[in-house]
């Protein structure tokens, strides 16, 4: 049987490499895109709660929008901050971000002319557990990984992508109890599986993307949804009939269901006076 010895003394860790409890942290390599403008985390923090530090271990530094500035390696932000941004140099370095549990927003990636990421955040999202008050979580196309059962403890979280992150595995039911989601997508995530029929208490889900994903299941379980956007185009595992899945979803602009297993009369839509953009072929 291991033991763990715990002292009653005050101490303190010298090595920047060992992880603290209550630490996010991201390791970034070099953009290779020529376009590449900025690597960019933003946050929102809760009031009351504490502040914030991200701070910069290896070869990178804080710096402006425009990457023309040194403004060194750490940054304070305060408990009650509202989607402050903090850019980074194009390196080989970590970002430390502590106080997770404070975080409401998480957003973050590579900016580029043209794209948006570039997948040089490496980040396990086995990081995220007990993060209670997050909200909102952006990384799409970032080099996320691990199992997204490691959101299911994230029950306040309201919206949702981390499309574009082949590596990101696991079935679609960790999210079953995040009866807080209105924007939910996984599109580009071939590794993430499971029935969206385990989504069925998300009632104030708005946009759904699932598309190229490995899901499957009848589309009704959004009929009491009111859908602006929902794609699921390459998934042939997905079937339904079209006009129960849209019955409640009175401002449908969006929606792809090419390659699945969908059925019924596009007819039932006609009442969808904002849809604007339609795609069921090889259905």
Same mark, same amino acid.
């Given at each position: 049987?291991?033991?763990?010895?715990?002292?009653?003394?005050?101490?303190?860790?010298?090595?920047?490499?060992?992880?603290?409890?209550?630490?996010?942290?991201? $390791?970034?390599?070099?953009?290779?895109?020529?376009?590449?403008?900025?690597?960019?985390?933003?946050?929102?923090?809760?009031?009351?709660? %504490?502040?914030? /530090? /991200?701070?910069?271990?290896?070869?990178?530094?804080?710096?402006?929008?425009?990457? +023309?500035?040194?403004? %060194?390696? @750490?940054?304070?932000?305060?408990? #009650?901050?509202?989607?402050?941004?903090?850019?980074? $140099?194009?390196? +080989?370095? +970590?970002?430390?971000?502590? &106080?997770?549990?404070? *975080?409401?927003?998480?957003?973050?990636?590579?900016?580029? @002319? %043209?794209?948006?990421?570039?997948?040089?955040?490496?980040?396990?999202?086995?990081?995220?557990?007990?993060?209670?008050?997050?909200?909102?979580?952006?990384?799409?196309?970032? #080099?996320?990984? #691990?199992?997204?059962?490691?959101?299911?403890?994230?029950?306040?979280?309201?919206?949702?992508?981390?499309?574009?992150?082949?590596?990101?595995? %696991?079935?679609?039911?960790?999210?079953?109890?995040?009866?807080?989601?209105?924007?939910?997508?996984?599109?580009?995530?071939?590794? /993430?599986?499971?029935?969206?029929?385990?989504?069925?208490?998300?009632?104030?889900?708005?946009? /759904?993307?699932?598309?190229?994903?490995?899901?499957?299941?009848?589309?009704?379980?959004?009929? &009491?949804?009111?859908?602006?956007?929902?794609?699921?185009?390459?998934?042939?595992?997905?079937?339904?009939?079209? #006009?129960?899945?849209?019955?409640?979803?009175?401002?449908?602009?969006?929606?792809?269901?090419?390659?699945?297993? *969908?059925?019924?009369?596009?007819?039932?839509?006609?009442?969808? +006076?904002?849809?604007?953009?339609?795609?069921? &072929? &090889?259905?």
């Amino acid at each position: 049987m291991a033991e763990t010895l715990v002292t009653q003394y005050a101490g303190t860790v010298d090595n920047d490499n060992l992880p603290k409890l209550g630490e996010l942290r991201f $390791s970034i390599t070099p953009a290779q895109n020529t376009n590449v403008r900025y690597n960019l985390l933003e946050l929102s923090t809760k009031a009351g709660e %504490g502040d914030v /530090v /991200v701070s910069v271990i290896g070869n990178g530094y804080i710096t402006d929008a425009g990457r +023309t500035a040194n403004l %060194g390696t @750490s940054k304070t932000i305060a408990a #009650g901050a509202e989607m402050e941004k903090t850019y980074f $140099s194009n390196g +080989t370095f +970590t970002v430390v971000v502590s &106080n997770k549990y404070a *975080i409401t927003a998480l957003i973050g990636g590579t900016g580029a @002319s %043209g794209s948006c990421n570039y997948k040089n955040w490496s980040f396990d999202i086995e990081q995220l557990r007990g993060m209670s008050n997050l909200t909102n979580l952006q990384f799409h196309t970032s #080099g996320f990984y #691990g199992d997204i059962i490691s959101l299911s403890s994230l029950t306040n979280l309201e919206w949702l992508e981390l499309w574009s992150n082949p590596d990101l595995y %696991g079935n679609i039911s960790a999210l079953a109890n995040c009866i807080n989601l209105q924007v939910l997508a996984f599109y580009y995530s071939s590794n /993430v599986s499971g029935s969206i029929d385990t989504l069925i208490n998300l009632t104030n889900l708005y946009i /759904v993307d699932m598309s190229l994903c490995n899901v499957s299941g009848n589309i009704s379980v959004f009929s &009491n949804m009111n859908l602006t956007k929902f794609n699921s185009w390459g998934c042939p595992n997905i079937y339904g009939d079209i #006009g129960e899945c849209f019955k409640s979803s009175s401002t449908l602009f969006e929606t792809r269901l090419a390659s699945t297993q *969908i059925s019924g009369s596009v007819n039932s839509l006609a009442n969808k +006076t904002k849809l604007v953009r339609l795609v069921v &072929n &090889n259905t």
